[in-house]
């Protein structure tokens, strides 16, 4: 098997260990939160800075 490749046994046992470790109630859990994580980065990558301090753009952005 080449080097930096998972395979389907692979996922099996990840997935094996992850159960075992938080439980199979928390997963869902975990995932929501991550998944919400990751938007928020991205979301912030996204978005301009607001350095510049212009306070039109500013007060636009409190209304969101």
Same mark, same amino acid.
């Given at each position: 098997?080449?080097?930096?490749?998972?395979g389907p046994?692979e996922w099996? !046992?990840l997935? !094996?260990? !992850?159960?075992l470790?938080?439980?199979?109630?928390?997963?869902? $859990?975990i995932?929501? /939160?991550? /998944?919400?994580?990751?938007r928020?980065f991205k979301k912030?990558?996204r978005e301009? +800075? +607001? $350095?510049?301090? +212009?306070?039109k753009? !500013?007060? +636009?952005?409190k $209304?969101d």
């Open positions: 098997m080449p080097c930096g490749r998972i046994t099996m !046992l997935a !094996l260990i !992850l159960v470790l938080f439980g199979a109630a928390r997963l869902p $859990e995932g929501r /939160g991550l /998944g919400l994580g990751i928020r912030a990558i301009p +800075d +607001d $350095e510049d301090g +212009d306070p753009r !500013l007060k +636009d952005r $209304e």
